[in-house]
């Protein structure tokens, strides 16, 4: 059984910085790719961005430059760093696990 808990969410205004957390426990191998997705009221999940345990990492045009994400292999964890904020980031963030296991989501709120 594989679960995912992620942190780190909440509000923060315009400009602002947040860094969310996903730590992946269960039957993971640290071979196994992890990232975010993230989805706002009203449209299609996408995609923030994605590392693989050697340090390959791919990131939504949306968010190239302003976020992101690292992972610590020891640990099973993955972060995402988002700086720069904007109200259109806002959305739930979901950090998966090679894709075939998703997290609860956590609620990111840009707003002044």
């Known amino acids: 059984q594989v679960q995912l808990a992620e942190s780190g969410g909440g509000l923060v205004q315009p400009g602002g910085s947040l860094r969310l957390s996903c730590a992946a426990s269960g039957s993971i191998f640290s071979t196994d790719v992890m990232g975010w997705y993230r989805q706002a009221p009203g449209k299609e999940r996408e995609l923030v961005a994605g590392?693989?345990?050697?340090?390959?990492?791919n990131y939504g045009d949306s968010v190239k430059g302003r976020f992101i994400i690292s992972r610590d292999n020891a640990k099973n964890t993955v972060y995402l760093q988002m700086n720069s904020l904007k109200p259109e980031d806002t959305a739930v963030y979901y950090c998966?696990?090679?894709?075939?296991?998703w997290g609860k989501g956590t609620l990111v709120t840009v707003s002044s």
């Open positions: 590392a693989t345990s050697g340090g390959t990492t």
């Open positions: 998966h696990l090679r894709f075939a296991y």
